[in-house]
T-cell receptor, first 113, second 113 residues
Framework: GQQVMQIPQYQHVQEGEDFTTYCNSS?????IQWYKQRPGGHPVFLIQ?????EVKKQKRLTFQFGEAKKNSSLHITATQTTDVGTYFC?????????????FGSGTQLTVLP | DAGVIQSPRHEVTEMGQEVTLRCKPI?????LFWYRQTMMRGLELLIY????????DSGMPEDRFSAKMPNASFSTLKIQPSEPRDSAVYFC???????????FGPGTRLLVL
């Protein structure tokens, strides 16, 4: 079946360091969504990217959608302890009239103070 | 505004028992999703409804699982009979239309002994 691969699975950084997580799909995506889940919490929507090559920023977070719409990244500049959690991408794959939203496996970020 | 409401928040039951999870989507949202999250398998889409009609139930594990949405403000996910491997966090999410931005509920943590 269709898959959205996400790496790395885990990332430990020192507070103040940068962090990046990557999503890759073998199939062109109609859009990609990013979610954050705090420990013990539920996924919370962060952003949606639709256009090829799109870049969006939210304060210290930068989201990119690849030119081929098959990959995406989330970059956090100067991490803080509040950034701790698991970051998921979710790719929307359209095939004819069928549409499928597939979540990546997530990247669990730990920020060491 | 109230978000997605799920009940119960925690459920501990014995193998073989019937389990019913409940969800109230955000008012005005016409799409509802049930997810299961485990360490091993990550976040899996079980089923989703559009205007109370099941659109994609390909993620439902087996006949022991069933989901209903009798009206726009209520849905249930039933497991009968439950098994230890069903232990997971079950999330309900809603959106304003199809596979758009999803708003997740707090989840039901199910433990089947």
């Amino acid at each position: 079946g269709q898959q959205v691969m996400q790496i790395p699975q885990y990332q430990h950084v020192q507070e103040g360091e940068d962090f990046t997580t990557y999503c890759n799909s073998s199939t062109t995506l109609s859009n990609i969504q990013w979610y954050k889940q705090r420990p013990g919490g539920h996924p919370v929507f962060l952003i949606q990217l639709v256009k090829s090559g799109e870049v969006k920023k939210q304060k210290r977070l930068t989201f990119q959608f690849g030119e081929a719409k098959k990959n995406s990244s989330l970059h956090i500049t100067a991490t803080q302890t509040t950034d701790v959690g698991t970051y998921f991408c979710a790719g929307l794959i359209s095939s004819g009239s069928a549409r499928q939203l597939t979540f990546g496996s997530g990247t669990q970020l730990t920020v060491l103070p | 505004d109230a978000g997605v409401i799920q009940s119960p928040r925690h459920e501990v039951t014995e193998m073989g028992q019937e389990v019913t999870l409940r969800c109230k989507p955000i008012s005005g949202h016409n799409s509802l999703f049930w997810y299961r999250q485990t360490m091993m398998r990550g976040l899996e889409l079980l089923i989703y409804f559009n205007n109370n009609v099941p659109i994609d139930d390909s993620g439902m594990p087996e006949d022991r699982f069933s989901a209903k949405m009798p009206n726009a403000s209520f849905s249930t996910l039933k497991i009968q009979p439950s098994e230890p491997r069903d232990s997971a966090v079950y999330f309900c999410a809603s959106s304003s239309g199809g596979l758009k931005t999803q708003y997740f509920g707090p989840g039901t943590r199910l433990l089947v002994l």
